[in-house]
């Protein structure tokens, strides 16, 4: 196994072994532990699950689409045959409809048909978040200017966290900060999540952050170093346990399979002339074995 494979198997085991089951608005309960932290090394090995397929296009477009393109515009997505954001997208006449857990008057946790109006000129998008904060404050155009000519700085901290803009958010920022330092040559950097759905938003969150930070690497003329990541909430829906234990089971009873490559067009030099159509003619994910896919169904 990959050592990727093996860390977020461990992780998996961990929740179902000493985990607790909770409500949560979706509806459906999650099995949570408290907290969690990993680390990878990008210089040894590129992150992408082998126990399961990855749909790893659609993970790198989405990374694409908040930090190269900054758009929270989800038709731009659905262009490219990505539909991950379709049930948070704000519809034509401005308003978002969902059905959610909410606290009654006594607190406790009761299902009801929402519909929040975030006016006609945020339809088609999930709201101020993600790509929107990125644009605004122009985060990756500090990030890279930094690194270039400032690499020992201490403050380089790009937070997806922004209090102003959380009420006109459909869905805050669950991977909201990355914290980056250059050292012995290398960019290292720290991912803080508050929120995981650990089957479905975890191999999509890893593999698209290590491709970011390899980018970031390679525009700047450093090599990838260690991805730190940190979890607050890290959890597994009961209606996805079936699906976990499955991939247990191959993780333990299937052959090894190795893990796969990155390669970045090495005539690229600027973050933002990467091609970003659904082709991906300058990022490609080479080598890639896996043991096929398992199926997880999304909880809103």
Request: glycine fraction near 8%; charged fraction near 25%; include cysteine.
């Given at each position: 196994m990959t050592k990727w494979d093996k860390e977020y198997l461990k992780l998996c085991k961990t929740i179902l072994e000493k985990g607790v089951e909770v409500k949560n608005r979706t509806g459906n309960n999650s099995i949570k532990i408290d907290g969690y932290y990993f680390e990878l090394d990008l210089s040894e090995e590129f992150p992408v699950l082998t126990t399961k397929q990855l749909f790893f296009k659609n993970?790198?477009?989405e990374m694409l689409w908040i930090y190269q393109v900054q758009s929270n515009d989800v038709r731009w997505l659905q262009e490219r045959g990505v539909h991950i954001w379709d049930e948070w997208k704000i519809d034509s006449d401005g308003k978002w409809r969902a059905t959610q857990m909410i606290p009654?008057?006594?607190?406790?946790?009761?299902?009801?048909?929402?519909?929040k109006n975030f006016g006609k000129n945020m339809a088609?998008?999930?709201g101020t978040a993600y790509g929107f904060i990125v644009k605004k404050y122009k985060l990756i155009d500090k990030l890279i200017d930094t690194i270039k000519n400032n690499p020992t700085d201490r403050r380089m901290v790009i937070s997806l966290w922004q209090d102003e803009f959380l009420p006109t958010a459909v869905l805050p920022s669950c991977v909201w900060s990355t914290e980056w330092n250059v050292c012995d040559g290398k960019i290292n950097f720290w991912?803080?999540?508050?929120?995981?759905?650990?089957?479905?938003?975890?191999?999509?969150?890893?593999?698209?952050?290590?491709?970011?930070?390899?980018?970031?690497?390679?525009?700047?003329?450093?090599?990838?170093?260690?991805?730190?990541?940190?979890?607050?909430?890290?959890?597994?829906?009961?209606?996805?346990?079936?699906?976990?234990?499955?991939?247990?089971?191959?993780?333990?009873?299937?052959?090894?399979?190795?893990?796969?490559?990155?390669?970045?067009?090495?005539?690229?030099?600027n973050f933002y002339d990467f091609d970003n159509s659904?082709?991906?003619?300058?990022?490609?994910?080479?080598?890639?074995?896996?043991?096929?896919?398992?199926?997880?169904?999304?909880?809103?």
């Open positions: 993970a790198i477009l009654d008057e006594n607190g406790n946790l009761v299902k009801k048909e929402i519909v088609h998008t999930i991912v803080h999540q508050r929120s995981c759905d650990v089957p479905l938003g975890l191999p999509f969150n890893v593999t698209q952050y290590a491709v970011l930070g390899n980018m970031i690497a390679h525009v700047t003329g450093y090599k990838p170093g260690i991805m730190r990541w940190s979890i607050n909430d890290p959890h597994i829906y009961v209606n996805q346990v079936d699906g976990i234990k499955e991939q247990i089971r191959r993780g333990e009873e299937l052959g090894d399979l190795p893990a796969p490559e990155l390669w970045l067009n090495p005539e690229i030099k659904q082709e991906l003619k300058d990022i490609k994910v080479l080598k890639y074995k896996h043991h096929g896919p398992i199926k997880f169904k999304i909880s809103q």
